[in-house]
C-alpha cells in the first residue's frame, strides 16, 4: 500500500473491548481509527477511506446493519461485522447487506487477525494488486522457503512431494485460521480440480507423517471438525478471547 500502514476503522462502542483490540492491531502494524457510535463511524468512513472496518452491530444511535447498508452503497471497503449475536438470520442478514464476513464475540484476536488479513487480500487481488510473498513461511518450528520448496522442522530438512510441499504452504499462510477442504483443494489442486475430495485428507495425513512427533496426536496440524483443518504454533500462548 504505498509504503502507508493499513487503516483499520473500528467503529464498536464498548472501551472494554475498543481499547485492547486497538492496541494488538497497532502492535501488528496496522493504523487503527476508532468510532464509538455508528454516526462518527459513517463520518470517518468518508473522510479518511480506511482499508477495512470493524462494525459492531449492537451501537447507541445508529445500528451497524444501518451502517453497512449505507456504507455499502458509497464504497467497496471490507466490512468485517462483530457482534455477540449467533443467530443464522442475522449473520445472513449482514452478509445480503454487503459486509465481507462476520465473527461472533466472543473471539480470539488471532482468528481476528486472520480474518482481516484475509479480507485485505481478496481487496487487493480484486483490484489488480498482486501482493509480494514473503519467501519463507516460519510456523513454530517449521520452515517453509518458497523459492527452494525446502522445509525444515527443527532444522532437520523434510522432504515433501510437490501437493505435500502446496499444501503446507497453503495451510501455513493461513496459519491459525480453520481452512476448509474446499478452499485448501481450489488453493493446491485448482478450482477445475474433479476427483475425491477426501485426497486432502490422505495428503494431510502424509504431512502428519513427516512434520508431527506423533501424527495421532497431532500439534501442528489440526482437525477441525465438519470443515477441514488448522496449522498452529503449538510453542505460541493460547490467545485470549476478546
Not at 204 to 211: C, M
Request: hydrophobic residues 40%; proline residues 7%.
Amino acid at each position: 500500500m504505498d509504503g502507508k500502514l493499513p487503516t483499520i476503522l473500528l467503529v464498536e462502542d464498548d472501551e472494554a473491548i475498543a481499547e485492547p483490540l486497538t492496541f494488538g492491531l497497532e502492535r501488528e502494524g496496522f493504523l487503527v481509527l476508532h468510532a464509538a457510535n455508528g454516526r462518527e463511524g459513517l463520518i470517518l468512513a468518508r473522510k479518511e477511506s480506511p482499508d477495512i472496518i470493524l462494525l459492531d452491530v449492537i451501537l447507541p444511535d445508529v445500528d451497524g446493519y444501518t451502517v453497512c447498508r449505507t456504507l455499502r452503497a458509497e464504497s467497496s471497503v471490507p466490512i468485517l461485522m462483530l457482534t455477540a449475536r449467533d443467530q443464522e438470520m442475522e449473520r445472513v442478514l449482514g452478509l445480503e447487506l454487503g459486509a465481507d464476513d462476520y465473527i461472533v464475540k466472543p473471539f480470539s484476536f488471532r482468528e481476528l487477525l486472520a480474518r482481516i488479513r484475509a479480507a485485505l487480500r481478496r481487496r487487493a487481488l480484486d483490484r489488480g494488486e498482486a501482493p509480494e510473498k514473503e519467501d519463507r513461511l516460519v510456523v513454530g518450528e517449521i520452515v517453509l522457503d518458497r523459492v527452494s520448496r525446502q522445509v525444515w522442522r527443527s532444522g532437520q530438512p523434510i522432504e515433501l512431494r510437490q501437493r505435500e510441499f502446496d499444501l503446507l504452504c497453503a495451510l501455513m499462510e493461513l496459519a491459525g485460521r480453520a481452512v476448509s477442504r474446499q478452499e485448501l483443494l481450489d488453493r493446491v489442486w485448482g478450482p477445475n480440480w474433479i476427483g475425491d475430495p477426501r485426497t486432502v485428507d490422505v495428503h494431510i495425513r502424509w504431512l502428519r507423517e513427516k512434520l508431527e512427533e506423533d501424527p495421532s496426536c497431532p500439534r501442528y496440524i489440526q482437525t477441525v471438525r465438519g470443515h477441514g483443518y488448522r496449522l498452529v504454533d503449538p510453542h505460541a500462548p493460547s490467545p485470549e478471547p476478546i
